[in-house]
């Protein structure tokens, strides 16, 4: 079983950043493919980025050249930093790892972009 962590949500003003973070439990983080989903309220989840555990990335099309996806191994922790914040991107954040056909979610952190 693998417990996941998200930190980092709050409120935002337009144009603003965050910084996102997810902690991985488990021995084998690095094995892990790590993403980002989000889901704005009577909308669908939807990815925002996922990564791969050689680095490859793959980016939401709303998202691409604002945010980024990175991590590190040595820690157990994903990050997604957020900039030029729109309204459009207000939802609450998921972090899911998949590693063959386990998948586990965190329990979510609200991004708010307002001003």
């Known amino acids: 079983q693998v417990q996941l962590v998200e930190s980092g949500g709050g409120l935002v003003q337009p144009g603003g950043s965050l910084r996102l973070s997810c902690a991985a439990s488990?021995?084998?983080?690095?094995?892990?493919?790590m993403g980002w989903y989000r889901q704005a309220p009577g909308k669908q989840r939807e990815l925002v980025v996922g990564?791969?555990?050689?680095?490859?990335?793959n980016y939401g099309d709303s998202v691409k050249g604002r945010f980024t996806i990175s991590r590190d191994n040595a820690k157990n922790t994903v990050y997604l930093q957020m900039n030029s914040l729109k309204p459009e991107d207000t939802a609450v954040y998921y972090c899911?790892?998949?590693?063959?056909?386990?998948?586990?979610w965190g329990q979510g952190t609200q991004v708010t972009v307002s001003s």
């Open positions: 990564i791969t555990s050689g680095g490859n990335t």
């Open positions: 899911n790892a998949r590693y063959n056909t386990d998948a586990y």
């Open positions: 488990g021995s084998i983080f690095r094995l892990y493919f």
